[in-house]
């Protein structure tokens, strides 16, 4: 008798799971993200106890065929890519096959979906060892409903380590957050325990947009920033920083996009630390929220399980770019000066072509892109940089 035996599906789920499903907010993240690659623009959010008991997340998207179903729910199974070639170049938020697996073996999972807009949708749930998948009619809208149960509740090593309802809700909502902020044309509604936390639609205008930062970083944010705006080759950067004197004791109001995915990179970090240099205190920490649009193909996603890392292709440029921004913007300001008072074409750069009135530096004369430039669009849909996507709706 060998003593090598394969591991039965729900326990290689459960080691996958190690890595992408610390807490309820990591659950929060996955599904969400499944939804906005599913080309939803409303989302409902439904938590309660800070999502160990029940994760309830709805979707408008292109929703799940019946016979797709099963696949969903397991491992190595993804509509997103087929090939290294869609890897190099992805576009999708997800991409590893593995969520949905993951979560279905440490908790009571399952979806509730449409694909199409007659006929009533069926409702999926896997269960035992094998985690077999039983699927029977059920009613629902086109879209999908992903309900999670329970979270930890057969990894009990795992639930031990949950922090307080408080604290766990915390990183939930911080999810919510960034991901209201990457995706502005997207509605969010996030309940807990039954009461309304973040109800934010979707934010066309430029007004709207400033509108949902605020209600996101809170009003003083906004107030005690600069927009900015600026393009290199390929390379497009907007967003707003906070100005020197909103300086903070903890690194908390920093959000970076690359491309619509939320990113902490050192290069970034780097490049915004030595603009700062001579305006901080030492130990405060700038606020910032800025996103950066890149040729896909110039970036490499496929660093970390939870893709909260990437590796750039040309890291010097998108350093240069980061750093010469901010530091000129910052070397504008006069002691005393509010964002009022600076000149926002001084803070543009080459102007940015604001498609659909969406520019973020909104005074700067709207022109065409600089010269030699190219900036593909933002993967996922449309961030606050501008250029709605193409058509979404499919199975992608
Ligand atoms: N909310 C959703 N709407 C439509 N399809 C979904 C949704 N959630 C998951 N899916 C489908 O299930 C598949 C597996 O999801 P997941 O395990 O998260 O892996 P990945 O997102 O990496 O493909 C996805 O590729 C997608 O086809
Ligand atoms: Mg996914």
Same mark, same amino acid.
């Given at each position: 008798?060998?003593?090598?035996?394969?591991?039965?599906?729900?326990?290689? &789920?459960?080691?996958?799971?190690?890595e992408?499903?610390?807490?309820?907010?990591?659950?929060?993240?996955?599904?969400l993200?499944?939804?906005?690659?599913?080309?939803?623009?409303?989302?409902?959010?439904?938590?309660?106890?800070?999502? =160990?008991?029940?994760?309830?997340?709805?979707?408008?998207?292109? +929703?799940?065929?019946?016979?797709d179903?099963?696949?969903?729910?397991?491992?190595?199974?993804?509509?997103?890519?087929?090939?290294?070639?869609?890897?190099?170049?992805?576009?999708?938020?997800?991409?590893?096959?593995?969520? @949905?697996?993951?979560?279905?073996?440490?908790?009571?999972? =399952?979806?509730?979906?449409?694909?199409?807009?007659?006929?009533?949708?069926?409702?999926?749930?896997s269960?035992?060892?094998?985690?077999?998948?039983?699927?029977?009619?059920?009613?629902?809208?086109?879209?999908?409903?992903?309900?999670?149960r329970?979270?930890? /509740?057969?990894?009990?090593?795992?639930r031990? $380590?949950?922090?307080?309802?408080?604290?766990?809700?915390?990183?939930?909502?911080?999810?919510?957050?960034?991901?209201?902020?990457?995706? $502005?044309?997207? #509605?969010f509604?996030?309940?807990?325990?039954?009461?309304?936390?973040?109800?934010?639609?979707p934010?066309?205008?430029?007004?709207?947009?400033?509108?949902?930062?605020?209600?996101?970083?809170?009003?003083? /944010?906004?107030?005690?920033?600069?927009? @900015?705006?600026?393009?290199?080759?390929?390379?497009?950067?907007?967003?707003?920083?906070?100005?020197?004197?909103? =300086?903070?004791?903890?690194?908390d109001?920093?959000?970076? $996009?690359?491309?619509?995915?939320?990113?902490?990179?050192?290069?970034?970090?780097? #490049?915004?630390?030595? #603009?700062?240099?001579?305006? @901080?205190?030492? +130990?405060?920490?700038?606020?910032?929220?800025?996103?950066?649009?890149?040729?896909?193909?110039?970036?490499?996603v &496929?660093?970390?399980?939870?893709?909260?890392?990437?590796? $750039?292709?040309?890291?010097?440029?998108?350093? &240069?770019?980061?750093?010469?921004?901010?530091?000129?913007?910052?070397?504008?300001?006069?002691? +005393?000066?509010?964002?009022?008072?600076?000149?926002?074409?001084?803070?543009?750069?080459?102007?940015?072509?604001?498609? *659909?009135g969406l520019?973020?530096? *909104?005074?700067?004369?709207?022109?065409?892109?600089?010269? +030699?430039?190219?900036?593909?669009p933002?993967?996922?849909?449309?961030?606050?940089? *501008?250029?709605?996507? *193409?058509?979404?709706?499919?199975?992608?």
């Open positions: 008798m060998g003593l090598i035996h394969r591991l039965s599906p729900r326990l290689a &789920n459960q080691i996958a799971a190690g992408v499903v610390e807490r309820p907010a990591s659950v929060v993240k996955e599904l993200e499944n939804a906005l690659d599913a080309g939803a623009d409303r989302l409902e959010i439904e938590i309660e106890g800070a999502g =160990s008991r029940l994760i309830r997340i709805r979707d408008n998207g292109c +929703g799940i065929g019946a016979e179903l099963p696949l969903a729910l397991a491992r190595h199974a993804t509509s997103k890519i087929d090939s290294l070639d869609d890897l190099e170049a992805v576009r999708t938020l997800g991409f590893r096959g593995e969520a @949905l697996a993951s979560i279905g073996s440490v908790s009571r999972l =399952s979806i509730t979906s449409n694909d199409s807009d007659e006929g009533p949708g069926h409702r999926a749930a269960e035992g060892r094998d985690q077999a998948v039983t699927v029977t009619p059920a009613p629902h809208p086109r879209g999908t409903t992903v309900e999670v329970d979270l930890f /509740f057969n990894t009990p090593a795992r031990k $380590f949950l922090r307080t309802e408080k604290t766990e809700f915390g990183h939930l909502e911080e999810v919510v957050k960034r991901l209201a902020l990457a995706r $502005f044309d997207v #509605a509604d996030l309940r807990h325990n039954g009461r309304s936390v973040h109800r934010l639609r934010a066309d205008t430029e007004a709207e947009q400033r509108r949902r930062v605020a209600s996101v970083c809170g009003p003083a /944010f906004l107030e005690q920033s600069l927009p @900015l705006s600026r393009e290199a080759p390929g390379l497009r950067l907007a967003g707003w920083i906070g100005l020197p004197t909103f =300086s903070r004791s903890q690194a109001l920093q959000y970076f $996009f690359v491309n619509g995915r939320i990113v902490r990179d050192k290069v970034v970090a780097h #490049a915004v630390r030595q #603009a700062y240099r001579d305006v @901080l205190y030492h +130990g405060r920490h700038p606020a910032y929220l800025l996103y950066l649009e890149v040729d896909p193909a110039q970036v490499d &496929n660093v970390h399980p939870t893709k909260h890392e990437v590796r $750039f292709r040309e890291s010097r440029a998108v350093h &240069n770019l980061i750093y010469g921004t901010l530091h000129r913007a910052l070397a504008e300001l006069r002691p +005393g000066d509010s964002p009022a008072a600076v000149p926002a074409a001084a803070l543009a750069g080459e102007p940015v072509p604001a498609q *659909g520019g973020l530096a *909104g005074a700067a004369a709207p022109a065409g892109p600089a010269p +030699g430039s190219r900036v593909p933002a993967p996922g849909g449309r961030g606050p940089l *501008g250029p709605p996507l *193409g058509p979404q709706g499919t199975r992608n």
